[in-house]
């Protein structure tokens, strides 16, 4: 009779526990009640000041100029993260294969080729990165979380892995995700659930949950995760990083547990791998670093072209920095809650002044019908192998996906081929929809999108709502990323929505405007209880970035348009002019200025 998965669970936990050495063990861990555990790694005394420098001083891209020219050890670099990494799982319950001894040991081999050669390996020569646990690495188990996949030790290594440790990269820990890797809180039976360091009472996101708290952590240089519904960009709203989601064929994606029998994704709807960093410019030292290394020579599913060439648009052609910015307000599905439309409000006044052109866009039509389309796309097998693996150790769905995961017949090659004419119509009517400029002349084009990435602030636990406005753009393949603005203070909790959609200020304020369905009624029910809203208090508050298809240089520019306006940057003009012109266009508008 197979093991119970209860028992698989326990010897599990037991394995990874006792890969993390005794003295980084926190002697008093701190109690539940205790909701920000940002600084218990400053506060432990198992790390030397020289190593809280390295971890919280540096990003990936100066960290790997300061060891290649030899001002840090790759060996310091690595047990300092291991450390934190380690610390880390104590307090978030983010990693599920802790690989610090072989970390340990590579580190030492590339400083001693480095110190033998005078030149290192490649650009990410000694970086710690970790990695969601869908990627394999010979020797380790991707068990995703699902007890049937324990203790079954990968026999190959994931494309993307090897290609990492090719450009020098130290693979220290995988980092966990929920189960069928298809919620939005990053829980299973095996490891437990993800916290979010910084109020552990909300949300660390999914699927790429555990690697969105470990770099909020700042357990880890760079993150690697992946992306089919939001995966990607959720966890890094939800801990306040970067997180970027290519275009499909321009990351290696294949050798990966997914939990579906081989080429599933060919038949349905495919997902991406993409970085979660501290930095954009993290984010665009690993697509640097994938296109370099030349990846379509060796895997047929990569589309030829290095990063520098993925921008099409004009004003990349003609070497503008101000760009014109289409400003996507809803999806027509859900609409955002106050502090949301307000942010939106206040960053494209922000881009405005910092010499941009702000486009508001109309709904298009069709995005509101992506939802659906995607959640039939993503259940074309029915979920039957899903469904063998958690029946093999009696292992039940945990309780957000009971009731909401539906194991079904898988559809017929017709009804196949009738969701893949709609997508294909979708694809084809957002062209005209979302990218020229509404009533100009000569269709004057628009250089990327900025949206929001959720309806909503960073929610409590299990309580995610629609995922339309991430999901959409995995169905149009575009790449999108995720770039943090501000933190949700008290003034934000304040807000409502009157009729004509702007945030103003009321304690008692309610959503005025009319239901637009389900899950407009569901997200609404977030903003009902006062209570409930200042839990979002102290959280990022971020916005997505969206360029068209392959073009992710295109979408760099725009996450950077973006990432320098939010620090008041305009070029050749001083924060403080660009804050006082702001702070008069906004005058008495409810929330924060940015």
């Known amino acids: ?117 005078g030149i290192p390996v490649g650009p990410l020569h000694g970086i710690p990165i970790s990695v969601k646990d869908t990627f394999k690495i010979a020797g380790t188990d991707a068990s995703i979380g699902l007890a049937a996949l324990c203790f079954q030790p990968s026999t190959s290594t994931s494309p993307l892995i090897s290609l990492l440790l090719s450009a020098g990269a130290v693979i220290h820990c995988k980092t966990n995700v929920p189960q069928t890797l298809g919620a939005l809180d990053s829980v299973n039976n095996v490891f437990g659930r993800t916290l979010n360091p910084q109020n552990r009472k909300l949300t660390a996101g999914g699927s790429s949950g555990g690697e969105g708290a470990l770099l909020q952590m700042r357990g880890s240089a760079l993150g690697v995760g992946t992306d089919i519904a939001g995966s990607i960009r959720i966890p890094a709203m939800c801990n306040g990083v970067y997180g970027l989601k ?123 019908k992506i939802h659906s389309l995607m959640n039939a796309l993503m259940s074309i097998d029915g979920r039957s192998h899903m469904q063998h693996l958690l029946t093999t150790t009696s292992e039940p769905l945990i309780p957000w996906l009971d009731g909401r995961l539906k194991f079904k017949t898988p559809k017929t090659l017709e009804q196949v081929r009738d969701l893949h004419a709609q997508r294909l119509q979708i694809a084809h009517d957002m062209l005209s929809q979302l990218w020229s400029v509404p009533g100009a002349a000569g269709g004057k084009e628009i250089d990327v999108l900025v949206c929001p990435v959720a309806p909503h602030p960073v929610p409590p636990v299990d309580t995610w709502g629609s995922v339309n406005y991430t999901s959409a753009f995995v169905l149009l393949d575009y790449p999108a990323g995720v770039v943090p603005v501000r933190t949700f203070n008290e003034d934000d909790a304040r807000l409502g929505l009157e009729a004509d959609g702007r945030g103003v200020g009321g304690r008692d304020a309610k959503v005025k405007e009319q239901s637009l369905g389900e899950w407009d009624d569901k997200n609404r029910r977030l903003w009902s209880d006062e209570e409930l809203r200042r839990e979002f208090v102290g959280s990022c508050l971020s916005v997505q970035v969206v360029a068209p298809r392959l073009q992710e240089r295109r979408l760099v520019r725009g996450m950077e348009a973006v990432e320098r306006a939010v620090r008041g940057e305009r070029w050749g003009e001083g924060k403080e002019k660009l804050d006082e012109k702001v702070a008069r266009e906004m005058g008495g508008m409810g929330g924060a200025k940015l």
């Open 1 to 117: 009779m197979p093991e119970h998965y209860h028992s698989i669970a326990k010897r599990k936990q037991a394995e990874r526990d006792s890969r993390i050495p005794a003295e980084w063990k926190l002697e008093t861990p701190p109690p539940a009640s205790v909701l920000d555990v940002r600084d218990v790694p400053r506060k432990s005394g198992i790390l030397s000041q020289a190593e809280l420098e390295i971890t919280e001083k540096y990003d990936a891209t100066p960290l790997a100029e300061a060891v290649r020219s030899g001002h840090l050890k790759c060996v310091d670099v690595t047990l300092a993260f291991c450390k934190r990494a380690a610390i880390a799982q104590q307090v978030t319950n983010c990693i599920t294969e802790p690989l610090f001894d072989s970390a340990l040991q590579r580190a030492a081999a590339l400083d001693h080729h480095l110190h033998r050669h």
């Open 246 to 368: 290519p275009s499909g064929g321009r990351v290696p994606f294949g050798g990966q547990e997914m939990g579906t029998l081989p080429a599933s994704e060919e038949v349905g709807i495919g997902a991406v791998a993409g970085p979660l960093g501290h930095s954009l410019r993290d984010c665009e030292l690993f697509l640097r670093t994938v296109s370099a290394a030349k990846p379509w020579e060796r895997d047929p599913a990569i589309v030829p072209g290095f990063y520098e060439s993925s921008d099409m648009s004009l004003s990349g052609a003609q070497g503008k920095k101000s760009l014109t910015i289409g400003v996507l307000s809803t999806d027509g599905l859900t609409t955002p809650l106050p502090p949301i439309s307000a942010l939106l409000t206040e960053l494209s006044t922000t881009l405005k002044h910092a010499g941009h052109t702000i486009i508001p866009l109309p709904t298009p039509p069709s995005l509101p």
